[in-house]
């Protein structure tokens, strides 16, 4: 038994026996319509549910839950306060270091990228480490992600200037990018004000989503509307750092449509006034920076084992300060200089709340922006790490720490991808800031770092390469998203990333694919005719599947669909079976050859001729040939059909060669059309009334109609529609298998039928005048 135990089941055995233990799952019924089997398996019809109602009461229950109880209150608190939960279980001996030296390495990147990017914002360099520091200490409190570092991001920085400069042109007053770095209690109207402002209106609109539980808005910003925006906006800010890059002042302020070019076009305008001094300490920068970022990092990181990447940027600054100040770059040469900076925490200052309305339609585009970027970043780190991340709660912690922020000098802060993966390596659990005072730094040593910082977004453009084989949508979707923002502002951009992403979702069912469907020999499954080869298909029975929902948008493709799908379906029945088809009735070939006698058969004495395929005599034949190969596949699933199973649709119904072969000879024989409806997700009112439309058309036409494998959900809207008045529920089935057994069983009760009908006379009276003679035998 121990033997046994070790080395496992014996899976030889499980194997011979196991049709036996899963005998359940096999068990064969009788083929049945949709309510016979209703009513054999009891059919519960679910209670009628309102989605917004649910929804509505989902959000009370979550705010009203936690007053029942002690206990509930505390669950709540611990869960709005992710600290008090990590805290108490801090693993001090193993995580404090990696904590200190993540902590640190991340606080030492935000200080030049605070301040670069404060220049970015349009605000004081002082303003950049404030943001450093504020908005990510309180995220500390409420966030459940691990690794996010929360602080300056180029994009929703770009877009804060937009947005402050769109208000400062509404108001006609003239926005200084820098202020006095010292005047910490500005003008009622300053960039210091409008900013801190800006941020408290963002925080409040992520307040409301959080209380609203609109995480779920994250969902319209897919990776590819994300990638292409964000690699358009960066175009905009690397052409609003040139003018730093080449010392060049005066420029005019561009807005609308196409302001991208322009602002390009007044840049080369005024290349011959360049000031050289201040481009050779750019592109000097630039190629420092690209060196130790590119080269010195990698390398480091191979011979030292380092886990986290040297901070070249911070390095850079410290450097770009002590020349200039050591040949007074900004007295001797013109460099433009940040200045002082003030030492010390600066006093709140209450938003001025008058200006919301004013921003409040750039605040819900840049909460947009953040809330998609956060999340969506927060949910592959926690992926990759094993660990949960709540997005509800993350709405809080980004609305707080932007609201509680604003009383201080910041400006609108986001995820850093480029930070959070320091603290990924870096393997921390919580974030950490320091504040750098930098007074003689040179400006365009900021856009340098600015512009390097970019590098890792403009490579997103590689993207296009991979996606262009996997999804021309997903392609789509990216290049629309780059050029929309590129050649409008960063808000117009996003708007029409997003509109364009939704409209893709109505162009794939506007025209969806669809197929001809065919029994797998051997097997009661129904696959794509054309993508196997070992199949059976059955004289007179069509299989049609429309991969889509059934909406207003594709109702029109679908009743074209279905005529095109039924008329080449007809041709291929006629090819095969020596007939042609008008209308829905089957017509014998007219020829006077000898091997055209081959598909007739005289009955009895009063010479009247059918198609052989039709007799009563041939069907019993067939029937019984049927019967054997179906035994035959139980006994022996693994045998291949004969040649004629197990074509499929050929590829060349519409071959008119193929129509000038048949003849004129009726048959009465009805033909069935099953729709397998497993696509239909749902279906509106418009395509309710299109699938009324098919079915009364098909009858006029003598074919008979079935419905295969509709969703309950859909026949309940059948029922609510009155569509059951139209179509009786008899022709609905519970699987194709079921219409596909019952349209076979009517096939054959007609053909063995057919002679006793008085109307066989009248149908081949014009056969009997061609007098087609055929020996007896």
């Not at 009513?39 to 007053?67: D, G, H, Q, V, W």
């Not at 005066?250 to 991208?260: D, V």
């Not at 071959?655 to 009726?666: A, H, R, V, Y």
């Not at 298998?737 to 009276?765: C, F, G, K, P, T």
């Amino acid at each position: 038994m121990a033997q046994d135990a070790e080395d496992g089941p014996d899976f030889l055995d499980v194997e011979q026996h196991g049709w036996n233990l899963n005998s359940p799952l096999y068990t064969s019924r009788p083929p049945m319509n949709q309510e016979e089997f209703d009513k054999r398996f009891c059919y519960r019809t679910p209670r009628n549910s309102n989605i917004l109602k649910e929804r509505a009461s989902a959000l009370l229950r979550y705010y009203y839950r936690p007053c029942l109880s002690g206990r509930s209150l505390t669950n709540f608190f611990l869960n709005f306060f992710p600290i008090l939960q990590w805290l108490p279980n801090y693993e001090w001996k193993n995580w404090f270091a990696s904590d200190i030296i993540g902590g640190i390495v991340t606080g030492v990147m935000h200080v030049p990228q605070g301040i670069a990017y404060a220049q970015l914002a349009g605000v004081d360099a002082v303003v950049g480490l404030y943001t450093s520091f504020f908005p990510p200490l309180i995220y500390m409190f409420f966030g459940t992600s691990r690794h996010n570092s929360i602080g300056s991001f180029a994009v929703v920085a770009l877009m804060s200037n937009v947005a402050m400069n769109r208000l400062f042109d509404a108001r006609g007053e003239l926005s200084n990018n820098f202020n006095n770095a010292s005047d910490l209690n500005p003008s009622p109207l300053s960039p210091i004000i409008v900013s801190s402002t800006l941020a408290c209106c963002i925080g409040l609109v992520t307040l409301a989503m959080g209380i609203l539980r609109l995480d779920m808005i994250s969902t319209y910003f897919s990776d590819q509307v994300v990638a292409g925006f964000t690699t358009g906006a960066s175009v905009h800010v690397f052409a609003a750092q040139l003018k730093f890059i080449f010392g060049l002042s005066g420029l005019p302020a561009r807005s609308g449509a196409g302001n991208l070019i322009m602002k390009f076009y007044d840049i080369c305008k005024r290349i011959p006034q360049i000031h050289i001094p201040t481009f050779t300490v750019s592109v000097i920068s630039i190629i420092l920076l690209c060196i130790g970022k590119e080269f010195l990092n990698p390398l480091l990181k191979k011979h030292f084992k380092l886990t986290v990447p040297i901070p070249f940027e911070l390095f850079l600054m410290v450097l770009g300060t002590f020349l200039s100040f050591l040949f007074h770059g900004h007295s001797k040469f013109g460099l433009e200089i940040v200045d002082h900076i003030p030492a010390g925490i600066p006093t709140p200052i209450m938003p001025d709340l008058t200006l919301l309305p004013e921003l409040l339609p750039d605040a819900i585009a840049i909460a947009a922006v953040v809330m998609a970027v956060h999340i969506s970043l927060a949910k592959i780190i926690a992926k990759k790490k094993c660990y949960r991340v709540d997005p509800g709660q993350e709405l809080f912690a980004l609305g707080f720490s932007s609201t509680l922020s604003s009383f201080f000098p910041v400006y609108p802060v986001s995820c850093s991808l480029g930070r959070t993966l320091v603290n990924v390596e870096a393997n921390t659990k919580t974030q950490l800031s320091t504040i750098f005072s930098c007074t003689f730094l040179a400006a365009c040593v900021l856009s340098s770092i600015i512009i390097v910082a970019l590098k890792g977004i403009f490579r997103k453009i590689a993207d296009l390469r991979r996606l262009w084989p996997l999804s021309r949508i997903d392609f789509s979707i990216w290049l629309v998203s780059f050029v929309s923002t590129v050649c409008w502002d960063v808000c117009q951009g996003l708007v029409i990333s997003i509109g364009f992403a939704l409209l893709t979702t109505v162009f794939r069912t506007q025209w969806p694919r669809w197929h001809f469907l065919a029994n797998l020999s051997g097997t009661n499954d129904f696959r794509d005719a054309e993508r196997y080869e070992l199949i059976h298909t059955f004289p007179g029975i069509c299989i049609f599947r429309f991969d889509s929902p059934l909406l207003f948008t594709n109702v029109d493709n679908f009743k074209e669909t279905i005529h095109k799908a039924f008329q080449r379906w007809k041709r291929y029945q006629g090819a095969q079976l020596g007939l042609h088809v008008v209308g829905s009735t089957l017509r014998l070939r007219q020829t006077t050859s000898t091997p055209s006698l081959q598909i007739f058969t005289k009955l009895g004495s009063n010479g009247i001729v059918v198609p052989a395929n039709l007799s009563p005599q041939s069907n019993l034949q067939r029937k019984r040939e049927d019967d054997d190969e179906n035994n035959q596949n139980e006994r022996q699933p693994e045998d291949e059909d004969t040649e004629a199973n197990t074509e499929a649709f050929p590829q060349d119904f519409n071959n008119q060669k193929t129509l000038e072969k048949i003849g004129s000879f009726d048959s009465p024989q009805h033909l069935h059309f099953i729709v397998d409806c497993s696509g239909f997700t749902f279906v509106d009112c418009m395509g309710v009334n299109a699938l009324k439309e098919i079915f009364t058309e098909m009858r006029q036409q003598r074919v008979r109609v079935y419905f295969a494998a509709a969703k309950a959900p859909v026949r309940d809207l059948f029922e609510k529609c009155g569509f059951y008045e139209y179509v009786p529920k008899r022709n609905f089935y519970p699987t194709i298998r079921d219409a596909v057994a019952i349209a076979r069983m009517r096939r054959n009760a007609s053909s063995q039928n057919l002679l006793e009908e008085s109307i066989i006379h009248r149908v081949y009276d014009e056969i009997e005048t061609m007098q087609i003679t055929q020996p007896e035998q």
